[in-house]
């Protein structure tokens, strides 16, 4: 009898796309699991199924990696259609886009907490990405103002972009505790509460109703409303002065 040849192994080479998108899913569950700050690449490649030094085959260090997994999760929220041309009203549509960029917080906490702490406040922060995809995150709520204010809806004395400010300072402010990890809320409460402050006080009629569940918050709420708003326009005065505004 002829003698069998023992069978080759032949090891399978992942395409370079394929094989990034790998390290980036495993990156994401770790960082999930443990957070951006104690997500070390050896875990990552672990995760990954590979060695840790070809990680730096396809990214520069940890950081880019952070960056690019974190770029990568607001292009997914991106693509997925806010919902907001469906809905009729400018405070139920800015209430929508509240409650959704709230939702997105929630859904990724550690994430978030990265682009807050660690990419917002780079120098370069306005030459990346991830500046650019913030404004198309944001760019719906500023749409939704300029029109109200186009149409009359709104009073004319406050800027779009002092508006915006004004609404996503408040997600923020109302998220710290939940992204630190020291309470929790309601992205339906908190929702309510910010697009009722937002609609009452730009209402040129001033005569918006209020909606029963917001009303305890209220107070609570113009008070940060204020506060956010004082703070923003101290850090926007220098620029101002510059410009000669």
Known sequence: MPAVKPQRRTSVRLSQERRISDIMAAARAVIAEKGYENALMSQIAERAGIVEGSLYRYFENRRDLLIKVADDWFEEVLSTDSGVASIHGTSNKLRHLIW???STIRSQPALSRFMLLEL???PNYRASRSFELNRRFTAEVSQICADAIGAGE???????SLLRDMIFGCIEHATWKF????GDFSADQVADGIATVIYRGMSSAATAPLAPESSAQLPGLVQRLEKTAASLESLLEPARKLRGE
């Open 100 to 102: 959704r960029a709230l």
């Open 120 to 122: 917002r406040p780079d």
């Open 154 to 160: 709104f009073r004319s004395d406050v800027s779009v």
């Open 179 to 182: 992204l630190r990890g020291e």
